[in-house]
Nanobody, 124 residues
Framework: QVQLVESGGGLVQAGGSLRLSCAAS????????MGWFRQAPGKERAIVAA????????YYVDSVKGRFTISRDNAKNTIYLQMNSLKPEDTAVYYC?????????????????WGQGTQVTVSS
């Protein structure tokens, strides 16, 4: 069983930056495809970014390309989401997720484990 704990959310003005972290425990972290999802009020949860086991492949939804960067440190069992040039429409609860399989493409990842979520609020 894998436990995922997110941190780094908060309130920021439009144009600002935040860095989310997700610490994993209870599994072999380096074997999991990892991703960040988000859910805004009244909307379904959707993928934001994903990263392969060794970090060689990444995926970003079009709306965050050029602004967000996903990375992982397998030695620390942690993934990150650096979010720059934040917009009010980025406001959501952000979830860390782990997939035991090797989805190709990354957009097809189907998480087996989820974190509890961290709130990101971007004011205009």
């Amino acid at each position: 069983q894998v436990q995922l704990v997110e941190s780094g959310g908060g309130l920021v003005q439009a144009g600002g930056s935040l860095r989310l972290s997700c610490a994993a425990s209870g599994g072999t972290f380096s074997r999991y495809t990892m991703g960040w999802f988000r859910q805004a009020p009244g909307k379904e949860r959707a993928i934001v970014a994903a990263i392969s086991t060794a970090g060689w492949r990444t995926y970003y939804v079009d709306s965050v390309k050029g602004r967000f960067t996903i990375s992982r440190d397998n030695a620390k069992n942690t993934i990150y989401l650096q979010m720059n040039s934040l917009k009010p429409e980025d406001t959501a609860v952000y979830y860390c997720a782990a997939d035991r399989n090797t989805p190709i493409p990354l957009t097809t990842m189907r998480p087996d484990y989820w974190g509890q979520g961290t709130q990101v609020t971007v004011s205009s």
